[in-house]
């Protein structure tokens, strides 16, 4: 089985300010791919980040990076110089790299930048 | 259009009432998949299809059913809806890229 906490419910953080959301996951499957989407309020998925659990380096998408942390069993999403539009759920999830791919969510942080 | 299009966006019905989720794809990925979020609980996986004859129960299928119509066409049903699948559902894809996620449906079962 797999599972994501994400201890964070709420943050609130000031523009321009980078902010890391925590995410830990558990698996028993050696290879294993970790998830990051945002969610606004309008409520669509928004992929933003994946990496790879046998990735060396850890991924980056524009003002997006994952900060993975394999021994620890850690994947937080760091987004630097946070704007107004970053206000939104944000989400781990984790899948199987092969055979049943379906993903496991966690609970969600709730991020409100402020002006 | 959207890669993952859902119909309908948002649906009231009451209780005791089938009503069917519909779901379609331009990304010709053969792996679909139907999951619910509650405010609090994250995504969980309801049902998921890896092609048109292979269905397979999530973690909280009581009370759905799917049909896997096509590989662009992946439907899920509440036979008879109850306040407690009051929610927001989502479809997905997955390709060898990642997962694509329609718009959701907002359901309210009163």
């Known amino acids: 089985a797999q599972k994501i906490t994400q201890t964070q419910p709420g943050m609130f953080v000031q523009e321009k300010e980078a902010v890391t959301l925590d995410c830990t996951y558990d698996t028993s499957d050696p290879s294993y791919g970790l998830f990051w989407y945002k969610q606004p309020s309008s409520g669509e998925m928004i992929f933003l980040i994946y990496q790879g659990s046998y990735d060396q380096q850890n991924a980056t998408e524009g003002r997006y990076s994952l900060n993975f942390q394999k021994a620890r069993k850690s994947a937080n999403l760091v987004i630097s110089a946070s704007q107004l539009g970053d206000s939104a759920m944000y989400f781990c999830a984790i899948g199987r790299n092969f055979g049943n791919e379906k993903l496991t969510f966690g609970t969600g942080t709730r991020l409100t930048i402020i002006p | 259009d959207a890669d993952v299009t859902q119909t309908p966006r948002n649906r009231i019905t009451k209780t005791g009432k089938r009503i069917m989720l519909e779901c379609s794809q331009t990304?010709?990925?053969?792996?679909m998949y139907w999951y619910r979020q509650d405010p609090g609980l994250g995504l969980r996986l309801i049902y998921y299809?890896?092609?048109?004859?292979?269905?397979n129960k999530g973690e909280i299928s009581d009370g759905y059913s799917v049909s896997r119509q096509a590989q662009a066409k992946f439907s899920l049903s509440l036979e008879s809806a109850i306040p407690n699948q009051t929610a927001l559902y989502f479809c997905a894809t997955r390709g060898d890229y990642g997962y694509t996620f329609g718009s959701g449906t907002r359901l309210t079962v009163v």
């Open positions: 299809s890896f092609d048109v004859k292979d269905i």
């Open positions: 990304k010709g990925h053969d792996r």
